[in-house]
């Protein structure tokens, strides 16, 4: 099993950044892949960024150019960071810490709100 612990959420105004994290531990050997979704009141949780083992990077159209995904691998722990700038009132929702696990599916973290204030 991996589990996951997220930081780093909260109010900020429009413009502004926030770098949330996600710390993995556990069986984090069998993560292939990193990244984050979203969800905003009333809405359904939707893709924001993804990075894969061998580095590769994905975002959802609405944050291209402003968010970056990046992540440290360690010995017991491995972690993503989502750095986010500019940000936007729409940006506001609950941040989710999703991983990939080799034929084990996948794994979620808890949420961190992130609110963005016009």
């Known amino acids: 099993q991996v589990q996951l612990v997220e930081s780093g959420g909260g109010l900020v105004q429009a413009g502004g950044s926030l770098r949330l994290s996600c710390a993995a531990s556990g069986s984090i050997s069998s993560i292939t892949a990193m990244g984050w979704y979203r969800q905003a009141p009333g809405k359904q949780r939707e893709f924001v960024a993804v990075?894969?083992?061998?580095?590769?990077?994905?975002?959802a159209d609405s944050v291209k150019g402003r968010f970056t995904i990046s992540k440290e691998n360690g010995r017991t722990k491995n972690t993503v960071y989502l750095q986010m700038k500019s940000l936007k009132p729409e940006d506001t929702a609950v941040y989710y810490c999703?991983?990939?696990?080799?034929?084990?599916?996948?794994?979620w973290g808890q949420g961190t709100q992130v609110t963005v204030s016009s």
């Open positions: 999703q991983v990939d696990l080799f034929l084990k599916g996948e794994a």
């Open positions: 990075i894969t083992g061998g580095g590769s990077r994905n975002y």
